[in-house]
Structure formats: C-alpha cells, structure tokens
C-alpha cells in the first residue's frame, strides 16, 4: 500500500459499508498511519468518527503496542470530556477505531480565528482539568495535549482525543518516572528536554498550562523558527502574559508554567484556585461513564473483554498473530458469534455431553474434560459489542492424539452454526 492512497481509493472509501453496520463518509482529516472518516451507524442512524489505522503501517513502524495501549487506554476511560471509543473493527489490512463524532471539529480550529474571552477559556480549561484529572487517576497520562488533539461536540463541549501517545503507570520505571521523549515541541514539558526522566502527571499540567495560555492570547507562550531557540525558552520558563490577562490568570498561568516539576501546581490545588473555581462545576459521572471495563485475571475476567484484546477479536477477522498470546503451551482458538453467552454455553454443553465429556460450568464459560483428564478444553465467552460475543477456546498443546479429535473432529464441527459471518466485505480490502 502507497504513503498516499489515490482519489480513487478515497471516493470508493467514502462509499464503504463497514460490515454493514457502518456507512462511511467523507475525510476528516488524516496522518502518517491513519485517517478519519465521518460514518453513519446504518441502523441507529448515529454519528461517528472512524480512525482507519494501516495495518502494514503500524508493523513497519513498530507501533504494534501504541495501537494496543491506545485500544487499552480508550476502553479505560469514560468521561464525559474524553472522546469515546464505541468499538474496534478489523479487516486484513485495517484498524478501525468507531469513536464518538465530534461535531465542532478541533479546538485549534477556533483558536485560529482569534483570542477566546477570559470566561470562555476558563470554561474550556475546567472542562480540560476535569478530563486530564481523570486520566491521573485511571493512571494514564497523555503526553500529548495540544488544542489540536481537544475536539467540540455538537453542544460545543470540549472532549479530549487521541491517546496514541499515552502512556500507563505500568511503564514508569523504578526511579518513579517515565523517560520516552514525546509530545509537541511548543507544548513540551521541560524536564522532558532534560532527559532526565519525568512525572506524567505534571508534564500535562505544563501542556495544559499552555493550552490555557493559548486560549487567553491566542498565540503560544514559547515560540521561535529556530527549534533550539524555542527550546532554550521553554527549559528557562520566558514568557509574558499579554496586557489583557486578568490577575488572576496570570498568577495561575506562572504556576502551570514552573519550570520547577515539585512545586509546579498540581490538579488538586488548580480546582482550589480562586480564578478556576468561578462558575465551575465538578463533573458527575453516570453509569455510563463509571462503568468501565475492569481487567482481571483470567479466571474472574466475566463477559467482558481485556481492552488489549479487542484487536483480535474484531469482526470479521482473527488478527491474534499480531497480538499473540505469551503462553505457547496453550493453543487458543477464537470465533464471533451473535447468540447470547447464556445460550452459547447452553450449546456447548450440550454437544459435549452427547460425547461424555463433563461439563463443569463456570461464571466466564465452561470446562471441558475426558479421557480420564488426559483432555481439557476451557472455553471462555466474552462480550465484545452489543451485538457481538467472542468465544475463545483454549487447548493444551500436549493434547495429541485421541484427546484433540474429540475437539476438532466432533466438537468443534458441531458449534459452527454459531460462528458470526460478516455481512459486506470492505471494499477495495
């Protein structure tokens, strides 16, 4: 596949019917390895956003895990300022992120046409505050906030996007700090420059610093053409606030912008802020935004994916090979299906007793054993869309002989009625 794809490719995507579920539109916009397309749910009529990441992009540019953290990262977080992530699809060649479709475009975009009014851009940075506080305390950090990456919904709120280079508590490393250097030259961090390692946390607080720098002045605090020069500014803290800015602002923009990491200002002591707290209302989450997928262990893991797994298990195609399980003395077997857990369980119960295998069932799924232990098969039943059920089998490598035909010559054959076929093939995939 070419670095740009033709105007032919593009008017035949415009016309895709993601398997049947999704009518694509026009191009929102576009990148090294993805594009966003505007899409119609064809049967809710429901607006979204589709991310369409190149496979083969994603492998030769070793992004294999920014994909998965970001899956991860985006089934983590629901608030109502961070964009939502409906569901993954998959083809050969393509990721499709189904996300949420914000309507009023970049932030930046406004931005551009001038300055925002003092009570607008508090408005916009205590909507910002309430998104990144959140994420600090799923335990993910950006690294990237900038108003490009801040998009408006159709009622002009703002939602936090693109966590592709976000990282998780899981990367800090044992000196309390994480050391890749990312993140937009203007909106860096300076202790990212001295690479020395930082605290995630407080390097958004820098970002979010000049965010709301920008919002007043409708320029950024630190810029030069010459990159090293812009640099040298940032790591020394020069800047000033234009005429307009209010008291108030002002002491607020300097403590955001400590170059110093341990006394710069925390989201805790920005919500106690005189000037953030005018008008200010903290952010309740409702069900749909607490509830979140939790990810256990395997064995209390019920009905509902492990984000980094939704890749894999993605309508249409089976892409473990590209996230391959760690475990090689297992072999697994995964199939879509859209007959409910109960019933599929139900199923599989009952073809295995046709054969005398015991059935022991469990809250996740079932257990398959005979041949006086020498076969056991696990499988597992998950939730991945409304519509959609993942069915995983797992199998001991060891199973040889006797003990694997039970399975592949007489169990397996009989479930295939419950495997889900996709609809409508992409287009052009």
Not at 107 to 135: H, P, T
Not at 147 to 173: C, H, M, Y
Not at 354 to 376: I, R
Not at 400 to 429: F, N
Request: net charge neutral; hydrophobic share 35%.
């Amino acid at each position: 596949m070419s670095e740009i794809e033709n105007e032919s490719e593009d008017a035949s995507s415009s016309e895709a019917n993601l398997f049947g579920k999704y009518e694509r539109g026009k191009l929102l916009g576009y990148g090294a390895f993805a594009k966003v397309y505007h899409a119609r749910n064809v049967q809710t009529g429901q607006n979204v956003a589709v991310k369409a990441v190149s496979r083969q992009k994603v492998l030769k540019g070793g992004l294999t895990a920014n994909v998965k953290r970001e899956i991860a990262i985006m089934h983590r977080m629901h608030h109502p300022h961070i964009m939502k992530l409906h569901e993954v699809l998959a083809t050969k060649t393509k990721i499709y992120f189904v996300m949420e479709f914000a309507k009023g475009g970049e932030l930046f975009g406004k931005i551009a046409k001038g300055r925002f009014s003092e009570d607008l851009s508090r408005q916009y940075f205590q909507q910002l505050i309430s998104a990144v506080g959140y994420c600090h305390l799923q335990g993910v950090f950006h690294r990237d906030l900038k108003p490009e990456n801040l998009l408006l919904d159709e009622n002009w709120n703002l939602k936090v996007s693109d966590f592709g280079l976000s990282a998780v508590t899981e990367q800090i490393r044992p000196d309390g700090l994480l050391h890749t250097l990312c993140g937009t030259p203007a909106y860096v961090a300076p202790e990212i420059l001295s690479k020395k390692g930082y605290d995630g946390a407080k390097a958004d607080i820098w970002s979010c610093g000049v965010i709301l720098y920008v919002l007043n002045a409708g320029y950024l605090p630190f810029n030069d053409p010459n990159l090293m020069v812009m640099y040298r500014k940032i790591y020394k803290g020069e800047f000033r606030c234009p005429k307009w800015t209010s008291p108030g602002l002002r002491l607020l923009i300097s403590r955001l912008l400590d170059t110093n990491p341990e006394t710069r200002i925390t989201v805790d002591e920005i919500t106690q802020d005189p000037w953030f707290k005018q008008g200010y209302k903290d952010v309740k989450l409702h069900d749909e935004y607490a509830d979140g997928f939790d990810l256990k262990d395997d064995e209390e893991c019920a009905k509902h994916l492990n984000a980094f797994d939704l890749i894999s298990f993605s309508s249409g195609f089976d892409l473990s090979r590209l996230f391959s399980d760690s475990d090689i003395s297992v072999r697994v077997e995964r199939f879509l299906s859209e007959e409910t857990p109960e019933r599929i369980i139900e199923r599989i119960g009952e073809v295995a007793e046709t054969e005398n295998v015991v059935v022991t069932k469990k809250d996740w799924g079932v257990k398959l054993e005979g041949q006086n232990g020498n076969f056991v098969v696990v499988i597992k039943v998950y939730r991945l869309t409304g519509s959609l059920v993942v069915v995983e089998i797992r199998k001991r490598e060891s199973d040889i002989g006797p003990s694997l035909q039970i399975w592949k010559d007489k169990l397996r054959p009989r479930l295939d009625d419950l495997v889900y076929q996709p609809q409508t093939p992409v287009p052009g995939e």
